[in-house]
């Protein structure tokens, strides 16, 4: 059983920064490609970035510049640096993991989510 668990939310003033973290278990870390969406409510789910397994990334136009994702294959451990933070980012934000297609389980999994709240 799959599992991510994020964490590091918090408050946070405008132009300030942030590390959230998403521990995942229960699955073959390194061949999963990892994102982080965010979420207010009534809102639609807005992706931020993804990073491959073999470390690609890319980010939203909303975040490029401000914010960086990475990984450590050895942790299971996937992190969303977010710097210089806009009261725009407040959101929930959910770090999600899946397989390439192909694979035995091609699920997308969901962390729970983490409350980001940038004040102005």
């Excluded at 590390?19 to 061949?31: D, K």
């Excluded at 992190?79 to 091609?106: E, F, H, I």
Aim: aromatic content about 10%; some cysteine; charged content about 15%.
């Amino acid at each position: 059983q799959v599992q991510l668990v994020e964490s590091g939310g918090g408050l946070v003033q405008a132009g300030g920064s942030l590390r959230l973290s998403c521990a995942v278990s229960g699955g073959i870390f390194s061949s999963y490609t990892m994102g982080w969406y965010r979420q207010i409510p009534g809102k639609e789910r807005e992706w931020v970035a993804h990073i491959t397994p073999g470390g690609g990334t890319d980010y939203s136009d909303s975040v490029k510049g401000r914010f960086t994702i990475f990984r450590d294959n050895a942790k299971s451990t996937v992190w969303l640096q977010m710097n210089a933070l806009k009261p725009d980012d407040t959101a929930v934000y959910y770090c999600s993991g899946r397989a390439q297609l192909g694979a035995v389980d091609p699920r997308l999994y969901w962390g729970q989510g983490t409350q980001v709240t940038v004040s102005s």
